[in-house]
């Protein structure tokens, strides 16, 4: 549904131009002058512009027209483009009209110089102005207040007014993201990664004699018919795979160049949990959203289908890189479950999400982090500055090894394939024999 924005409640009047003024004075001082002191000449020389002054005040528009702005698409991905429009209603008498849009981070128009105009015709009630629009980077924007202008003829007399402001929505546009590994942890029977024992479902598992209660379709009648008793063919259960998702928003390395530049920390976290979280719906999988660091940003509940990734793209729209520095801190008691699969984006630049992965990993939970890191940050010229960055590189090589160590999977993100050796030595592990006590 387009975005209307509601009309100003002061409505602005016409108002005469300093050349009307202007034109209108020498008219009339030209025709006293040409009166007290008998010049003919000067007469003749104020009659086009007394007339066309007469013209205009005649032909003046009766009132203040009506001005309604709206986005054709107030909900896109980045990189995507979207129109805005503003109609202008009680036209009658409008010669020319346009429209003036100030600059807006990351908000690219068409034309460039932000500036469209039209004509309008005597005898048209309504007119039209439009504005290509391009946003090149996620989040949530404002299109700003656009000056309207018009003008009647012989540009006499000039309305203004200015629109209210309107919301963008940019959707992060996720990376290329694919796996073909599959993870064998959970016990729900709804998606399509393969469950570690025998059930409905669709990967084959074998052939084995019939028993009480196989269904008369899954009777495999070729064997069968060879060994003389009736064959079944048995399969591994369908099953769904819980994964969270948890975006550090904490801190924001790097600067962002949009959609066509470079990628800033919290732009490859948003965008990598975006790719993934558009994996494992279309596979049936649930998904939830943790974003720590932002205060803007919501938990989303586990869920599966279409209109859950919407939600999650959505509320990563609205993450915002360190309005809230506590983080971690406030919202570490959140636990995932055992049987699911964590997946942390941080650039790993402080020790809590690293914490937070070792205590779950410790709990039993499959956690692997995901280095969002840029490979160039900074290029600042200042020695002590690149110094005290290198050592701390140093120290973050260090306890990415210490985590490492004590089961935690850190691994950089490079689209399809990144977490692939991850997921299947979680396969393994969850197909290994276990102890159990008696």
């Not at 998606?191 to 495999?220: E, H, K, P, W, Y």
């Not at 920390?265 to 719906?281: C, N, P, T």
């Not at 983080?327 to 937070?356: K, M, Q, W």
Request: charge should be positive.
């Amino acid at each position: 549904m387009m975005g209307i924005a509601p009309r100003l409640s002061v409505r602005p009047i016409w108002r005469p131009t300093a050349s009307h003024i202007r034109a209108s004075l020498t008219a009339v001082v030209l025709a006293l002058v040409a009166v007290l002191a008998r010049r003919a000449d000067l007469l003749v020389l104020a009659s086009p512009v007394a007339i066309i002054g007469a013209w205009s005040m005649v032909t003046r528009p009766p009132g203040p027209p009506e001005v309604t702005a709206r986005l054709a698409d107030p909900a896109l991905r980045e990189g995507e483009a979207t129109t805005w429009r503003a109609t202008v209603t009680d036209a009658g008498g409008i010669d020319t009209l346009v429209a003036v849009m100030p600059h807006a981070s990351w908000i690219v128009a068409r034309p460039v110089s932000r500036v469209v105009s039209t004509h309008v015709d005597a005898d048209a009630d309504t007119a039209d102005l439009a504005l290509a629009l391009r946003s090149t980077r996620w989040g949530r924007h404002e299109v700003p207040h656009v000056t309207i202008v018009a003008s009647s003829a012989w540009g006499a007399f000039v309305w203004s007014d200015r629109t209210s402001v309107l919301s963008l929505i940019s959707l992060p546009l996720p990376n290329t993201f694919d796996s073909s590994a599959a993870i064998r942890r959970t016990s729900g029977l709804v998606g399509l990664d393969r469950s570690s024992r025998a059930g409905d479902g669709t990967d084959f598992a074998g052939i084995r004699a019939f028993q009480s209660g196989d269904r008369m379709r899954r009777i495999n009648w070729p064997r069968s018919m060879r060994a003389g008793s009736l064959h079944v063919t048995s399969t591994w259960a369908d099953q769904d795979t819980l994964v969270v998702l948890e975006v550090d928003a904490t801190d924001d390395i790097g600067i962002s160049g949009g959609v066509d530049g470079r990628a800033s920390s919290l732009d490859s976290a948003v965008r990598a949990a975006g790719a993934i979280a558009e994996h494992h719906v279309q596979r049936g999988d649930r998904v939830t959203l943790r974003v720590f660091g932002s205060s803007s940003a919501r938990t989303v509940p586990a869920a599966s289908g279409r209109n859950q990734l919407r939600r999650i793209l959505d509320e990563l729209s609205g993450v915002r890189g360190g309005s809230d520095p506590s983080g971690f801190r406030t919202r570490g008691h959140l636990l995932a479950p055992a049987d699911s699969l964590l997946i942390l984006f941080s650039p790993l630049v402080s020790v809590a999400p690293l914490d937070r992965a070792v205590a779950l990993a410790r709990r039993g939970v499959a956690v692997v982090v995901v280095d969002t890191l840029p490979e160039h940050v900074t290029d600042d010229e200042d020695p002590l500055t690149t110094l005290a960055w290198r050592i701390r590189l140093l120290e973050r090589n260090r306890e990415v090894r210490r985590a490492e160590e004590l089961g935690v999977a850190v691994v950089a993100w490079r689209g399809p394939g990144s977490l692939d050796q991850f997921l299947r030595d979680v396969s393994r592990r969850a197909s290994a024999p276990r102890m159990a006590t008696r």
